[in-house]
C-alpha cells in the first residue's frame, strides 16, 4: 500500500498528453456522433514501440479536430486528475493536429476548459518545419495559462530537421519566460538529452530512460537542476524499457536527479496519476522517502 506523506499537498503530473488521456466514455460518444467505430486496438501494449504507439493518435485525433471538443476533454482532464489526487497538473497537445479551427482558437479552447486548473504546454513536434515552432510560441507567449513549449513524438531518419534545428524558437520561449521541456532519450541515446539542456535550454525532459549511461549527462542534469518526467507504464509500452519493474526511477532519484512521477497517457495507457505512484513504490530500490521526494520535485518543477 502507497504511504506517502506528500499526498497531503496531493500528486504532481508535470506529463499528461490532452490527445491520449480522454476518458473512455467519451471517446465512444465523440465516434459514435462522427459514425467512427473505436478501434479495438486503441490501448498501448508493453513492446509495442514507439512508432505503434504514435499511430494510435491518429484516431484520438480524429475526435478532437473541432473546438468545442478540445475545450470539453481539457475540462474533463482537470476533473478526472483532481479526483486522482492531483492538485498540480499540466497538460500538453499540439494544437496544429487539431485542423478544425485557426490555431489560437483551439488554444483558447484548451484554456476555456481548463480554467486554471492546470497548466497548458504547446507541443512541436519532431520533424516540423521549425516555423511551426515559433508560431506555437508567438501563440504561447500571448496567452496567460500557457506555461510552456515541448518538442513531442520521436526522430526518424526521414526527418530533414532535427533536435538541434529548433533552437531558435526555443530560445525564444525562454526569452518570453516560457518553460521547456523535451521528449528526448525515450531508449535512445542520452546525448539527447545534452543537446535539449545545453542547446535547446529545456528545464525538464519527457523520460530520459536512457540517461544512466553517461555519467557526464548525469552531471549535467544534477549541475542544471533538470527535472526528469518519468512516465513508468507509457516506456514500457514503447520498449523504451522492457518492463516497468526496470525503471531506473530509483536510482535516478538517489543520485539527487530531480525526477517526479507522470501518466503521460491516462487512456492509452490505462493509468491513473494515482495508479503510476502505486506502481513506483514497487520499484526495487524505491522507498517512500523516495517517493515523497518525487511527488516534492513534481510540485517544485511545475511552469509558472
Known sequence: MMRVDSRSQGLADLHRHLDGSLRPETVAEFAATLGENVPS?????????????LSRFSFTLSLLQQPENVRRVASEICEDALKEGVTTLEIRFAPQLHRGAPMEAIV??????ISNRSGLLLCGLYGEDPSVLDRLVDIAAS?????????AGGPTPSHRFHMTDYAHPFRRAKEHGLGVTV?????????EIRDAVEVLLADRIGHGTTLLEDSATVDLVLKQEVVIEACLSSNAHVGAIATASEHPLPKWLALGVRATVCTDNTLLSCVTSKSEHSLALTLPGMTDSLLNRAIAHGHEGRFR
Open 41 to 53: 486496438d486503441l490501448s498501448f501494449y508493453s513492446g509495442m514501440g514507439l512508432e505503434q504507439a
Open 108 to 113: 483558447d479552447a484548451a484554456l476555456e476548459g
Open 143 to 151: 496567452r496567460q495559462g500557457v506555461v510552456g513549449i515541448d518538442l
Open 183 to 191: 521528449h528526448a532519450a525515450e531508449g535512445r541515446p542520452p546525448s
